[in-house]
């Protein structure tokens, strides 16, 4: 695996896998998906300054460098891209704006985080212009923007959805899980079995009542939403939504937790009936 600290030495054409570092098995399940699609996968790590809504949560993100350069030779990384924030933000960069799905769930409570999502997304693409690029589903609001970002700037580069990684608990997993305890993690698990309860459920309210339910008899988790969105344009679903997925945020001991999981099409009264 090749290290480089600008595009300037990477050729056109490879797989894509930005991250911002403190890398884990979720990402290598990212990589490894790349490998299977080219001979070329650049992973880049760049902690974007523009998607903290707060100078805390940017101090407080973990950096395991050693660490990530062993996960990412291990799992099929042919080029790891580390940039200077001068490369992505030379003078002169036009910040994006994310558009209404960006100030919605997630958008609502970290404002201005998508629009600095859809910024760095954009620069780095203009500075590698890969083929295809690879995103976790794991942060779906994340995904369906940049879905969105690729139909209207980046018809060429494909956008390829990665399935989400669990713990044997189903915590989905993320960077900022390293921030948990070990019992904190198992109180986490909570989100996965709202989300398991939704699933299977007849209707919108009945899957969004379970959800409240579950999360609301577990002490300590502090929910922020639990709710059933329309996959193409996260607006909220209603029974007749053919792409139903449920969504949960909240709070854990100071440690915000997302997670979703699309609804069984066949158990509920959706468009595919
Ligand atoms: O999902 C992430 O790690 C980041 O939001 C991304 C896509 C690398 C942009 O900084």
Not at 31 to 48: M, Q, T
């Amino acid at each position: 695996m090749k290290i480089v600290n600008s595009a300037a030495e990477l050729a056109d054409g490879c797989t894509f896998v930005p991250t911002m570092g403190a890398l884990h098995a979720g990402h290598a399940s990212l990589f490894k998906l790349a490998k299977g699609k080219s001979e070329f996968v650049v992973a880049s790590i760049f902690v974007n300054p523009l998607q903290f809504e707060n100078s805390k949560d940017l101090e407080l993100y973990p950096h395991t460098p050693d660490r990530d350069i062993e996960i990412a030779r291990d799992s099929g990384v042919t080029h790891l891209w580390l940039p200077q924030i001068s490369e992505i933000y030379p003078d002169k960069t036009v910040n994006k704006v994310a558009g209404p799905i960006g100030e919605i769930f997630e958008g609502a409570n970290r404002i201005g985080h998508f629009d600095g999502v859809v910024t760095v997304v954009s620069r780095l693409f203009d500075l590698l212009q890969p083929t295809q690029a690879i995103f976790g589903e794991k942060d779906f609001q994340q995904l369906v923007l940049i879905k969105n970002l690729a139909k209207e700037s980046y018809k060429h580069i494909e956008i390829i959805a990665a399935p989400t990684i669990r713990e044997s608990g189903g915590l989905a997993l993320s960077s900022r899980n390293i921030r948990l305890s070990a019992s904190d993690r198992k109180t986490a698990t909570v989100i996965y079995s709202a989300l398991l309860a939704a699933k299977d459920c007849k209707t919108i309210n009945a899957a969004r009542t379970a959800m409240l339910q579950i999360c609301s008899q577990q002490p300590g988790f502090i929910l922020d939403y639990a709710e059933i969105i329309d996959e193409d344009n996260f607006k909220i679903a209603t029974d007749s939504t053919s792409k139903q997925r449920a969504i949960i945020a909240g709070w854990l001991n100071g440690v915000r937790l997302i997670d979703n999981m699309q609804m069984n099409p066949s158990a509920g009264n959706t468009g595919a009936q």
